[in-house]
């Protein structure tokens, strides 16, 4: 059956418009006068940007479906807004760092990634992310409501925003089986792991508040910690007979624990609390090196692995294909590779 079953035609339509025609009473197109674009609303002193929302490469609308592949997930983790370089240095941003972004309609708060390729005086925010997936991320609660009048169609991608530095005290991640109820006031982003739920987060809340909450949540049997109070580090573990639990780290901000190499042992059932040690150290339980973020979702190849071929002679995305095989199957990938490339070029030049 195949869509759409109309009146008369019990198994659907083979193929929309082939008796031509257009879908209005007597099947003649309807020649409408349009204005001349302009946009709803320009930007101003107290909004000088203009917010544009889409989607990005490995996701689609709200993540119903895509949010639950850990592998679609790995590639950006986390609900971001794109900014050109200029404009970060103007409004004292930072890559990685947080970004409230406000308008006359709402505000949402942001992780930062610079991107040469964007346009001054415009950002980029994706529309993935829901009130379910994250904390402070609804970029529809911040986008104008003005529609076209003849089509119906929102403007989704001109709406005149500020954006200025957020900041928290620390930064961390958390992995469990059964969710971990974080500090309120947090700032969090689930991510799709195997095995449980992951997430990022931010916050203003002490260590103190972190390891209280860690043993009201699992208790003290099987939890091992690294405690540094002085330092605001706090990391543990919580094992079991069956493996891997619980873990959260958590550093002051700017020195956010990476968790590749913690959430590859979560997902792995046959890994054994043995080296507990090296796990709060932050390390491979098989001594892997870590792959760093995902760049390639089809093979899996992280940004550290394609760093250290273009380091060790690699020209260009297809050497990198013939070494690593990213960028050989789907080709979304294509674009940040030849990116990372450039990148290294520069750096070594410079």
Excluded at 86 to 115: I, M, Q, T
Excluded at 293 to 305: E, H, S
Excluded at 322 to 336: I, M
Aim: aromatic letters at 6%; hydrophobic letters at 45%; glycine letters at 12%.
């Amino acid at each position: 059956m195949q869509w759409p079953v109309r009146d008369g035609a019990p198994q659907g339509t083979a193929r929309l418009f082939a008796e031509g025609g257009f879908f209005t009473r007597d099947r003649r197109a309807r020649m409408l006068p349009l204005a001349e674009p302009a946009l709803a609303m320009p930007v101003c002193a107290e909004f000088p940007l203009l917010l544009n929302t889409g989607r990005l490469r490995d996701h689609w609308h709200t993540m119903t479906r895509t949010g639950l592949s850990p592998r679609l997930s790995a590639h950006m983790q986390e609900p971001c807004v794109f900014v050109h370089p200029a404009d970060a240095e103007r409004h004292g941003l930072r890559e990685g760092g947080f970004a409230r972004v406000r308008n006359r309609h709402g505000e949402v708060v942001l992780k930062v990634v610079l991107d040469h390729g964007a346009r001054t005086g415009s950002l980029f925010a994706p529309i993935h992310w829901s009130g379910e997936t994250a904390s402070h991320a609804r970029i529809g609660a911040a986008v104008q409501a003005n529609c076209d009048p003849a089509s119906g169609q929102p403007e989704l991608k001109a709406t005149p925003s500020s954006i200025a530095p957020a900041a928290y005290a620390s930064q961390g991640f958390v992995l469990s089986r059964a969710g971990f109820p974080l500090p309120a006031g947090s700032w969090w982003a689930k991510v799709a792991v195997e095995g449980g739920e992951g997430r990022l987060f931010a916050t203003d809340a002490p260590i103190e508040d972190l390891i209280a909450a860690v043993r009201d949540a699992f208790g003290e049997a099987g939890l091992v910690e690294m405690i540094d109070r002085e330092g605001g580090v706090y990391r543990c573990a919580v094992t079991g007979e069956t493996g891997l639990i619980a873990a959260l780290f958590v550093a002051p901000a700017g020195r956010a624990p990476l968790w590749d190499t913690v959430k590859a042992s979560f997902a792995d059932d046959a890994a054994m609390p043995d080296n507990r040690l090296a796990l709060l150290a932050g390390r491979a339980l098989d001594g892997a090196a870590d792959p760093g973020p995902t760049i390639c979702a089809c093979f899996g190849v992280g940004l550290n692995a394609i760093r250290a071929a273009f380091a060790g002679g690699a020209h260009g995305a297809e050497d990198i294909g013939a070494q690593l095989r990213a960028g050989t199957n789907c080709g979304s990938c294509l674009p940040e590779i030849r990116r990372i490339g450039a990148y290294s070029r520069e750096t070594a030049a410079a």
